[in-house]
């Protein structure tokens, strides 16, 4: 069992498309958080998001507490934005993570 | 700042060996926790802490041990490798009151044999 499940798992653009990262989960949270890992490297926190919306540079997050649901959001994207981009929630005193959506986006 | 910090960054274990991964943050943070990340699985916790002197186990503990002296540090231990341990181990640490983001240490890349 699942707590926290990504779409798609792997994900190719050309750059400058718009693209979409969904995140469903079925435990009850205080927040939710997006990261990145780039090939090799270490994770990143992009966005903390416990209601509504966060936006920083290209770079948008929302989330429905309701539908237990969340969305990343890269416009205008680039090359340097290929990475393994992480759904992770916040239930009592644990993380659960989703496995991750691959993107490479195509010059 | 200098973060979380890990060692080491790479790690060769024969079957059998016992080792230490040591992790380490500066931020005062009351929560630190231990993950491996193993390809199509995502991060699965090991161990956690909310506090010095508070531990508690995680979804996949078994062959882990850890203890929390101090604020600052977080170590692991393997007690007796097994190639079932082969994956890369990360160390996290955040603020548990409130909401916090989780910073990450580099990661430490390990090879049971």
């Known amino acids: 069992k699942n707590e926290v499940e990504q779409s798609p798992q792997n994900l190719t653009a050309q750059e400058g498309e718009f693209i979409t990262i969904n995140c469903s989960y079925s435990v009850g949270i205080s927040a939710l958080h997006w990261l990145q890992q780039h090939p090799g490297g270490g994770i990143v926190s992009l966005f903390m998001?416990?209601?509504g919306k966060k936006k920083h540079g290209r770079l948008i997050a929302t989330i429905n507490i309701q539908e237990k649901h969340s969305s990343l959001h890269i416009t205008a994207s680039h090359p340097r934005d290929s990475a393994v981009y992480i759904c992770a929630v916040r239930g009592g005193n644990q993380f659960y993570f989703g496995t991750g959506t691959s993107l490479t986006v195509i010059p | 700042n200098a973060g979380v910090t890990q060692t080491p960054k790479f790690q060769v274990l024969k079957t059998g060996q016992s080792m230490t991964l040591q992790c380490a943050q500066d931020?005062?943070?009351?929560?630190m926790s231990w993950y491996r990340q193993d390809p199509g699985m995502g991060l699965r916790l090991i161990h956690y802490?909310?506090?010095?002197?508070?531990?508690d186990q995680g979804e996949v503990p078994n062959g882990y041990n850890v203890s929390r002296s101090t604020t600052e540090d977080f170590p692991l231990r393997l007690l007796s490798a097994a190639p079932s341990q082969t994956s890369v181990y990360f160390c996290?640490?955040?603020?548990?009151?409130?909401?916090?983001?989780?910073?990450f240490g580099p990661g430490t890349r390990l090879t049971v044999l």
């Open positions: 998001l416990s209601s």
């Open positions: 931020m005062n943070h009351e929560y």
């Open positions: 802490s909310v506090g010095a002197g508070i531990t």
């Open positions: 996290a640490s955040s603020y548990w009151r409130g909401y916090s983001e989780q910073f």
